[in-house]
T-cell receptor, first 109, second 113 residues
């Protein structure tokens, strides 16, 4: 069974703070890792992809991957109220991509 | 900017009826997927499709479901005899290469009454 686990939250941070989102996965042969953002009633929107161990930065977002620990994280710096959404971790193998249940983030002004 | 397009945006059907959900993936993409999301629940993988055949399917994708790429642009999901529990948002996604970034359509909300 290919499991992707996330803390469901809700996670609440003040505007301007760093939000930290975590994800673990069970399938050791997973090769691709993604963070999506989903607003209520909308489709998942890709934020970042990461394929190698270490950090990857894109603007206010930093993804971190540790394959040995089967762990992926997303840091959002200088959080804004518009970042309030559910963040989905997705883990890909050869033929599929599975999602975690998502972490709901609220950024308070 | 290229995008994945799904039609219809909302479909209401009676239990036991067949429905076909349609998707137009991004034009140069080769890998196609269907997901569903029951209200308030997680995004669940249904099926992946490459080179005109199913690559992988989940335990949800039983004999009631089928997929097809009838021409060079459309990718369809058929549910043969809908059940109340099939009510959900259905998302189509595509990617240009295996392990690449997948982009989602806006979804079809299916309501079975």
């Amino acid at each position: 069974q290919k499991e992707v686990e996330q803390n469901s939250g809700p996670l609440s941070v003040p505007e301007g703070a760093i939000a930290s989102l975590n994800c673990t996965y069970s399938d050791r042969v997973s090769q691709s890792f993604f963070w999506y953002r989903q607003y209520s009633g909308k489709s998942p929107e890709l934020i970042m992809s990461i394929y190698s161990n270490g950090d990857k930065e894109d603007g206010r977002f930093t993804a971190q991957l540790n394959k040995a620990s089967q762990y992926v994280s997303l840091l959002i710096r200088d959080s804004q109220p518009s970042d309030s959404a559910t963040y989905l971790c997705a883990v890909g193998n050869n033929n599929d991509m599975r999602f975690g249940a998502g972490t709901r983030l609220t950024v308070k002004p | 900017e290229p995008e994945v397009t799904q039609t219809p945006s909302h479909q209401v059907t009676q239990m036991g009826q067949e429905v076909i959900l349609r998707c137009v993936p991004i034009s140069n993409h080769l890998y196609f997927y269907w997901y569903r999301q029951i209200l308030g629940q997680k995004v669940e993988f249904l099926v992946s499709f490459y080179n005109n055949e199913i690559s992988e399917k989940s335990e949800i994708f039983d004999d009631q479901f089928s997929v097809e790429r009838p021409d060079g642009s459309n990718f369809t999901l058929k549910i043969r005899s809908t059940k109340l529990e099939d009510s959900a948002m259905y998302f189509c996604a595509s990617r240009s290469q295996n392990h690449g970034e997948a982009f989602f359509g806006q979804g079809t909300r299916l309501t079975v009454v």
